[in-house]
């Protein structure tokens, strides 16, 4: 079998030892007959392994380049990273089956396998996401597409919240979340004014059933892909108490719900993408029902 490797040497402040062994223990358990990486990005030893040269740029354009070379060449791409790198990698509209392994800060992403798989229970599935696309950009999303001034980032060890605008220069400035303006639209339907986060999200099962969901939960229960919620107060959570929410509080939210519409965003704030910050300003999101083809032990 050949496999292609890609590893994001950054992803949830960076590579340690115990990342460093899942990755070797996983391509011990697939014993590939070769492996197809960058060795720029990570070196890997113990295998035969290919290297395949790219442009090191020190952003995502590396994944992006990487998975492209790899689709033609491999049997199945496993991916070590956070939500935003596979993201990173389902933008780049891999044909190969991806294998997700998470070692990011959040790692919630429904592409995502158990790193304690085993092969003979693996399923090929087709999994559904969020397509961002901006003037200048596109992206996939299988958690959210956000609003907001910050972002989640592992920073010495540690989940916090960054702004988000230094994050797209490169830097991890710890803050806390401001609000902003902003405007959705859903066909004819409208929400505008002052926000602390803006969600754009696939409807979860896991809400059904539940009434203190609200208008989240009747999204689920009548079947719509997904639902916009526009939230009073930043809730990025890392680092609130119940102190901290007892200050907020009250929070509200407002619903729009949608199938196959275009979700239009205009708001004075970062926009991101599973987690990776994309644009300030302007971004329309609709559902694509098969984003990727993954590899899980769970469908």
Same mark, same amino acid.
């Given at each position: ?27 011990? /358990? ?14 890997? /030893? ?28 491999? #049997?199945?791409?496993?991916?070590? $990273?956070?939500?935003? %790198?596979?993201? #990173? ?67 010495? $060890? ?12 490169? /830097?991890?400035?710890? +803050? +806390? ?10 066909? =004819? &339907? ?15 099962? &896991? ?39 007892? &200050? ?10 949608? #199938? =196959? ?17 994309? %644009? ?8 694509? #029902?098969?984003?990727? +083809? ?6």
């Amino acid at each position: 079998m050949k496999i292609g490797l890609i590893v994001n040497p950054k992803a949830g402040g960076g590579l340690n030892e115990d990342k460093m062994r899942l990755v070797s223990s996983t391509l011990r /358990k697939l014993n590939p007959d070769v492996v197809f990486t960058s060795q720029r990005l990570f070196p890997i /030893k113990g295998f035969r392994v290919v290297d395949i040269p790219i442009t090191i740029r020190g952003n995502r354009w590396d994944t992006v380049e990487l998975v492209k070379k790899l689709d033609e060449l491999v #049997d199945m791409i496993v991916v070590f $990273g956070g939500d935003g %790198t596979i993201s #990173d990698v389902a933008s780049a509209k891999p044909k190969t089956p991806l294998l997700c392994i998470g070692i990011g800060t959040t790692n919630v992403s429904p592409a995502l396998c158990d790193p304690d798989f085993k092969i003979d229970e693996l399923k090929v599935v087709r999994i559904r996401g969020l397509e961002l696309r901006t003037e200048r950009d596109f992206r996939i999303a299988f958690n959210d597409v956000v609003v907001g001034s910050t972002v989640l980032a592992t920073v010495n $060890g540690r989940r916090v919240q960054v702004d988000a605008r230094e994050f797209m220069k490169g /830097k991890l400035v710890i +803050t +806390t979340p401001k609000k902003f303006k902003a405007r959705v639209e859903v066909g =004819d &339907r409208r929400v505008e004014g002052v926000f602390g986060n803006i969600f754009v999200a696939l409807t979860d099962r &896991r809400f059904l059933g539940k009434g203190i969901a609200g208008g989240i939960s009747l999204s689920a229960f009548l079947g719509f892909k997904g639902v916009v919620a526009c939230i009073s107060e930043g809730i990025v959570v890392s680092t609130y108490s119940k102190d901290d929410v007892k &200050r907020l509080e009250p929070i509200t939210t407002m619903t729009l719900s949608f #199938d =196959d519409e275009i979700v239009k965003i205009w708001a004075d704030e970062v926009i991101s993408c599973d987690g990776n910050p994309v %644009t300030i300003g302007y971004a329309e999101v609709r559902v694509v #029902d098969d984003a990727v +083809t993954v590899l899980k032990t769970e469908v």
